[in-house]
């Protein structure tokens, strides 16, 4: 999946009043920090992993969370 795909299903779970959350997922894709699933992940998968991230302050530890939860086998 493209990852302007993949952020525009991630736009839809970040409410508004969490744009610093959806900020931070843009920029750590951006810098690699993130990187996208290498199989699919069902919309259901995908809601559960930015809810759990939207539940915390963006800081370097929830964004690694969030990277395992997109790719486990990322080195974060």
């Keep these: 999946m493209p990852l ?17 959350h959806y900020d931070e ?4 894709f951006s810098v690699g920090a993130l990187r ?7 919309d259901s998968e995908l809601a559960r992993a930015i809810a759990e ?3 915390a302050t963006p800081s370097t530890e929830t964004v690694a ?3 395992r939860r997109l790719d486990p086998s990322s080195p974060l």
């Design 36 to 42: 996208p699933p290498p199989t699919p992940m069902s």
């Design 65 to 67: 969370k969030l990277g």
């Design 4 to 20: 302007s795909a993949l952020l525009a299903r991630i736009r839809r779970l970040v409410p508004r009043t969490k744009e610093q």
């Design 25 to 28: 997922i843009v920029r750590n």
């Design 53 to 55: 991230f939207l539940n």
